[in-house]
């Protein structure tokens, strides 16, 4: 599938999880993206716990050159009730295992239950470490959070050391 060239343009991907599913969706450069379809290649995993969830995902992204080319990257819970979901068996090190193979992600949306997991793992990171994961990415939005002062004073040692290594990222609000 990966040699296939018209799969190769996926520009924009979108993670939607779910307690029982978690669904992938890959869409091309938005202006090849017709708008009759939600991507031209969506994969949907059922799964009876949340971190064999994450799991499941890292393993379709670690062996799919599909996604070391997206741009944009949308990592969604499927209902907000279920951010509590979060805080039950997901480690760190699932969240960098799951972003590690996004290369050249530029753009990463983050809703609110998704960024207290993510936004945990990424602050984690230091020196080399905080360009190695994600080394193209350039703005961080997130969603669902009134103010983002606790989310930004929470990465500032990720952005800090970015900034210093001539990578800057920018925290900012997800406006849908």
Same mark, same amino acid.
């Given at each position: 599938?990966?040699?296939?060239?018209?799969?190769?343009?996926?520009?924009?991907?979108?993670?939607?999880?779910?307690?029982?599913?978690?669904?992938?969706?890959?869409?091309?450069?938005?202006?090849? !993206?017709?708008?009759?379809?939600?991507?031209? /290649? @969506? +994969?949907?995993?059922? &799964?009876?716990? #949340?971190?064999?969830?994450?799991?499941?995902?890292?393993?379709?992204?670690?062996?799919?050159?599909?996604?070391?080319?997206?741009?944009?990257?949308?990592?969604?819970?499927?209902?907000?009730?279920?951010?509590?979901?979060?805080? !039950?068996?997901?480690?760190?090190?699932?969240? /960098? @295992? +799951?972003?590690?193979? &996004?290369?050249? #992600?530029?753009?990463?949306?983050?809703?609110?239950?998704?960024?207290?997991?993510?936004?945990?793992?990424?602050?984690?990171?230091?020196?080399?470490?905080?360009?190695?994961?994600?080394?193209?990415?350039?703005?961080?939005?997130?969603?669902?959070?009134?103010?983002?002062?606790?989310?930004?004073?929470?990465?500032?040692?990720?952005?800090?050391?970015?900034?210093?290594?001539?990578?800057?990222?920018?925290?900012?609000?997800?406006?849908?």
């Amino acid at each position: 599938m990966g040699h296939a060239e018209e799969f190769k343009t996926f520009h924009h991907g979108k993670v939607l999880i779910s307690y029982t599913t978690i669904q992938l969706s890959l869409s091309p450069p938005r202006r090849t !993206f017709d708008r009759r379809h939600s991507g031209l /290649l @969506e +994969l949907r995993i059922s &799964c009876r716990e #949340l971190a064999l969830h994450l799991s499941s995902l890292a393993q379709v992204f670690s062996s799919s050159p599909l996604i070391s080319t997206l741009e944009e990257l949308e990592l969604r819970e499927a209902n907000y009730r279920e951010s509590s979901l979060w805080e !039950f068996g997901i480690k760190n090190a699932q969240w /960098l @295992e +799951l972003l590690r193979p &996004c290369a050249a #992600l530029k753009n990463l949306y983050l809703t609110h239950g998704v960024a207290q997991g993510v936004c945990g793992a990424l602050r984690e990171l230091s020196g080399e470490m905080a360009t190695e994961v994600l080394p193209a990415l350039r703005n961080l939005f997130v969603q669902g959070f009134e103010s983002l002062q606790p989310i930004q004073e929470a990465m500032m040692p990720l952005v800090s050391a970015r900034q210093l290594s001539g990578h800057p990222l920018v925290v900012d609000h997800w406006i849908v």
